[in-house]
């Protein structure tokens, strides 16, 4: 098959942008943070998304919006780094989904040994709904985009436009 080299091509460049992506994450998350005062670790879902909601529409929708936003590309960047145009759709949304989850998690706690971070388990809920939006946006369209067009060369001789092709029925017996 002719598009194999562009397959690994693909795989190869998620794989890159992926480790430089979570390079990114990690230095921003995992920069030192001296202040005068620590709050509290948060360990109450939507305990911080509630306290943002409180301060207003513009920097509630900010904090919100950079909490979806910070591992969101990991829900492109791991299927692409999968490189698996054949696989269900639910079953790459539920692997990407526990990867970004777990990357979150990992970031968290790693962020707990970091002066002036703290735990948070809002981080998690938006940082996976982040991830698990990019997804759902992204990444069926571009597979049905790919798998029309790896069935395209093997199509060749056969008729191409919208009327021309007619389900063939079986004569009658």
Partial sequence: MQHDGFKYRV???GLLLTAAYLAFAAWLLLRPHYVAWVPSPNLRPFGTIRA????GTGQAARHLLAGLGLLAPL???LPMAGGRI???GVASFVRTVFAGLMVSISFEFTQTMVPGQL???DALI????GVALAHLLV???TRRHLRRRELLP???GAPQGRGELREQRPAPL
């Fill in 86 to 88: 054949e696989t269900s």
């Fill in 119 to 121: 735990f948070d388990v």
């Fill in 126 to 129: 938006l940082n996976t709904a």
């Fill in 75 to 77: 829900g492109i960047l």
């Fill in 52 to 55: 943002d909601l409180r301060m």
């Fill in 139 to 141: 990444v069926p369209a």
């Fill in 11 to 13: 795989r190869a460049a």
């Fill in 154 to 156: 093997q199509q060749e």
